[in-house]
């Protein structure tokens, strides 16, 4: 067998074998398939998909490309939250603390910027010393003795999804249903939960922007948790303009921060308090959502998530002092305004279109060795629905830079749309998939 043939094979719309994805997944891992193959592979699956039984295939086999952690010596049903990626969505930084704070251990792996979106890596990397590459022993301890842990894939565990998450990142072979499946889950899988929750984007900053396909990923996300024997509860929401006001790994820290010392920002915190309500019922510490978000909410208000995540900084060998002190991180070069042309309501903000720009300031990667610039983002002055007058500043752009600055500007600029009627504001978590189906999102679903 040659990766070529299965290349072809996959280019013509045919199924491949267990016994082939493992040979292609296995040998790229050993480095015997160079990268250009399998990103001609990934293309080929991205315009030909895959079955579903194929899709699990190629899930268990990028599982077993490494080792999967045994936690069951920690006591406590361990529950994880993953996000198909979006834009602004810092969640993570947020619900893991407060989860952990509730007494649910979570043991959470995480993956770098993908595409258009940000990657909880990068944005814990960019908290000076923060170490996001544990070996499992040291994996194991830290969750052992403070309740949460994150890292990213490892050469022990999901080293294939290091390998390809990495390439297509770069390659544009995000968006495709079965490379996602395979990507998160196996991730999940290897980390030793015993229940995992399902942060489902859609819209225009999503990698599936239809509600549609985006119920069609969550429903073979939740399929192959529960196949594996976890307990999986996805939840489909909006991703039409960015969560908060931060975007860039740096920025989002501190906004992360900000809302667990009370900060009032409405999409972020309702969406951090319905995910993680719903990992506190999973983790059977409340009989209820209401009651789960409640046990949630105490957490920031006494301060015990902030003091969780503080631990969690130290612990990895993290400099805490910059999440009490921001103002002594470093400031990008250039700080430039983005004014707004028109007077008006803001009734869009195009989040793919901030993604990319983030991109361009220096947050993320446009081929697989660039380094990230933690300082670069863009802060957002005006959301969906706030008035605006011609001049006023729409966003602010960080970035060392310069030639960045004038396109940037203009992209951001456009990426707002400002009319006269006020938009209709939707709910931020719109549905819920489990075993049981899909339905509307209700609190005492
Ligand atoms: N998150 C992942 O870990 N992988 C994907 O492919 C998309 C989002």
Same mark, same amino acid.
């Given at each position: ?79 994880? *939250? ?10 993570? +930084? ?19 910027? +993908? ?72 991730? *999940? ?40 024997? *976890? ?28 809302? +667990? ?47 969780? +995540? ?129 339905? *509307? ?5």
């Amino acid at each position: 067998m040659t990766a070529t043939e299965l290349i072809r094979k996959k280019r013509d719309g045919n199924s491949l074998s267990a016994e082939e994805f493992h040979f292609l997944i296995d040998s790229y891992v050993k480095g015997a398939i160079p990268d250009y193959q399998m990103s001609s592979f990934l293309m080929a699956t991205f315009f030909r998909g895959m079955s579903s039984v194929e899709t699990i295939t190629f899930t268990d086999l990028m599982l077993h490309s490494g080792d999967v952690v045994d936690l069951s010596g920690i006591p406590g049903i361990k529950v994880d *939250k993953h996000s198909t990626g979006g834009v602004g969505d810092k969640i993570s +930084l947020l619900l893991a603390p407060i989860v952990a704070a509730c007494g649910v251990p979570v043991p959470m792996i995480s993956g770098r910027g +993908l595409g258009h979106t940000g990657g909880t890596l990068d944005k814990l990397e960019s908290i000076p010393g923060f170490n996001t590459s544990l070996s499992i022993d040291e994996y194991k301890k830290v969750i052992a003795e403070i309740g949460v842990v994150m890292i990213g894939q490892t050469k022990e565990i999901a080293p294939a999804d290091k390998k390809m998450y990495a390439l297509r990142d770069v390659t544009a072979t995000v968006e495709c249903i079965p490379l996602i499946a395979g990507s998160i889950m196996s991730k *999940k899988l290897a980390e030793g939960i015993d229940a995992l929750v399902l942060d489902v984007k859609t819209g225009r900053g999503a990698f599936m922007p239809t509600y549609e396909r985006s119920v069609e990923l969550a429903q073979t996300l939740v399929n192959i948790g529960n196949s594996f024997g *976890k307990e999986t509860i996805g939840f489909i929401t909006d991703m039409n303009q960015p969560l908060g006001y931060a975007i860039g790994n740096w920025n989002e820290v501190v906004e992360s921060v900000e809302g +667990l010392r009370g900060r009032d920002l409405p999409d972020i915190m309702e969406l951090t308090y319905v995910l993680s309500g719903a990992m506190v019922m999973l983790g059977g510490k409340a009989g209820s959502m209401q009651e789960a978000i409640e046990a949630c909410k105490a957490t920031v208000a006494d301060g015990s998530a902030y003091a969780k +995540l503080v631990d969690l900084v130290r612990r990895q060998g993290g400099n805490p002092e910059y999440l009490d002190h921001p103002e002594r991180y470093p400031v990008s070069r250039y700080v430039v305004p983005v004014m707004s042309e028109a007077s008006g309501v803001v009734t869009s903000i195009d989040s793919l279109e901030l993604g990319l720009s983030s991109i361009l300031l220096g947050a993320g990667r446009t081929t697989v060795d660039d380094v990230i610039d933690p300082k670069a983002g863009i802060l957002l002055a005006k959301k969906a629905g706030d008035q605006v007058a011609a001049g006023d500043v729409l966003a602010t752009i960080s970035t060392d830079k310069e030639e960045a600055i004038g396109p940037v500007a203009d992209r951001v600029r456009r990426a707002y749309t400002v009319g006269d009627k006020a938009p209709e504001a939707g709910p931020i978590v719109i549905s819920q998939v489990d075993r049981h189906g899909v339905r *509307k999102f209700s609190l005492t679903n």
